[in-house]
């Protein structure tokens, strides 16, 4: 029975099975499922074809001989038909990280920080898509010959030498108390242009007030001049005033 179970190979999902026979690597991958019939003398070696992340941490100089730790991940899957291939060229999947992937990325990593002018620029987005897209084709090119497909490469998080940080946090205080003084400025300037506005429309009514009563004056002095004219020819009044001027006289 346990013999007989030997005749076939059940492979989990998400996984591919390689067989040696006598150490001798064979060339076709088994996908998941199960393959039957099969030598029952072989040896099974599995390969996890699914998508994997390898996150690593690297201190990265800049032109400016400044350290600039930086956290990347690289997104990747193993190439499930290179899987006979990469068994009997590096081994375990362990060794394809410890031999290919690991060394490659920091060695990116390194060169595409010499590219760099200063560390603080590392900070700029156009900064870490370039960097993240160099990464990406790299890897790529040298990987996919090995086995491995790298689907992504991710830039998860930067920090800057402490002094540069502390720097940049007093630059971004002061630009903050820069907005703030233009914020009260503009807010004091309003307020004045409102009160001279203000003002102005204070002196536009006086001085309307002032042209309306002078305007009324003027029409009363006016209405009292011609009734003064009025007064003035009429007989009776005349002879009324010389009355008054002979018994004065008297």
Same mark, same amino acid.
């Given at each position: ?6 005749? &076939? ?9 390689? =067989? ?10 088994? #996908? ?14 599995? &390969?996890?074809?699914? /998508?994997?992340?390898?996150? $690593? ?5 800049? /032109? ?27 081994? =375990?999947?362990?060794?394809?990280? =410890? ?20 560390? $603080?620029?590392?900070?700029?987005? %156009? ?6 897209? @160099? ?6 090119? &040298? ?17 800057? #030498? #402490? ?9 971004? %205080? ?13 807010? &004091? ?15 536009? @009514? =006086? $001085? ?21 004219? @009025? ?10 005033? @010389?009355?008054?001027?002979? %018994?004065?006289?008297?």
């Amino acid at each position: 029975m346990v013999f007989g179970s030997r005749f &076939y190979q059940s492979v989990p999902a998400g996984v591919v099975a390689v =067989a040696t026979l006598f150490g001798e690597v064979q060339p076709k991958h088994y #996908p998941e499922g199960l393959a039957i019939p099969v030598n029952p003398l072989y040896q099974w070696h599995f &390969y996890d074809v699914r /998508q994997k992340t390898h996150s $690593e941490t690297s201190q990265v100089p800049s /032109q400016d001989q400044l350290q600039t730790k930086i956290d990347v991940s690289v997104q990747y899957r193993l190439v499930a038909a290179d899987t006979p291939r990469i068994l009997k060229e590096t081994g =375990a999947i362990s060794n394809v990280l =410890a031999v290919h992937i690991v060394p490659k990325l920091r060695s990116l990593i390194r060169e595409q920080g010499k590219t760099i002018k200063r560390a $603080e620029d590392f900070f700029r987005e %156009e900064t870490q898509s370039v960097l993240q897209a @160099a990464l990406l084709e790299g890897l790529k090119d &040298y990987l996919i010959s090995k086995g491995v497909d790298v689907e992504a490469v991710l830039i998860r998080d930067i920090s800057l #030498p #402490p002094f540069i940080t502390k720097a940049i946090e007093a630059k971004k %205080e002061r630009e903050q108390e820069v907005e703030k003084q233009k914020a009260e400025l503009e807010r &004091y300037n309003t307020e004045q242009q409102q009160k001279i506005a203000l003002a102005v429309a204070e002196k536009d @009514a =006086a $001085e309307a007030e002032a042209e309306k009563r002078r305007m009324l004056a003027d029409a009363q002095a006016y209405e009292i001049t011609k009734i003064n004219e @009025a007064i003035g020819k009429n007989p009776n009044y005349v002879k009324l005033q @010389a009355l008054k001027s002979l %018994e004065a006289i008297s």
